[in-house]
């Protein structure tokens, strides 16, 4: 399954990962969250900073595989295709981590703009 990493770049033949790709990975699917998540809940900001919280606070490793899934299953509820790229991301720790830390920046400053364009 680490093959799959490798070809797509997310893990370099060093056996590092990329730090740069997950980025644009998690970047790319986040937007499109970030916005579903403010639409439908009309900018509920108690619901959004529930999601915050649950994201928060599962991102440990006992739990990040789920948190993952869990995500997965936000996209689908929403309308949303998951990523292809972004699919194998809990094939390897490491890049898991890494995907849940990016994702998780990423819908912070997202709803953060959505709350700065509401004033």
């Known amino acids: 399954m680490k ?10 033949s060093s056996g590092e990962i990329s730090k740069d790709k997950i980025n644009l990975v998690a970047g790319a699917i986040t937007q499109p969250f970030a916005e579903m998540v403010w639409v439908t809940t009309g900018g509920d900001m108690e619901t959004i900073n529930r999601l915050t919280d649950l ?7 006992a739990d990040r595989g789920k948190l993952f899934k869990i995500i997965k299953m936000l996209y689908g509820l929403m309308g949303l295709r998951f ?13 898991l981590e890494y995907f849940i830390f990016s994702f998780t920046a990423d819908f912070a400053e997202i709803i953060k703009d959505y709350i700065a ?3």
């Open 83 to 95: 990523s292809e790229e972004a699919e194998p991301m809990d094939v390897d720790p490491d890049v």
């Open 55 to 61: 994201i928060v606070t599962m991102n440990t490793p």
């Open 3 to 12: 093959d799959i990493l490798l070809n797509k770049g997310i893990i370099l």
């Open 117 to 119: 364009e509401m004033k």
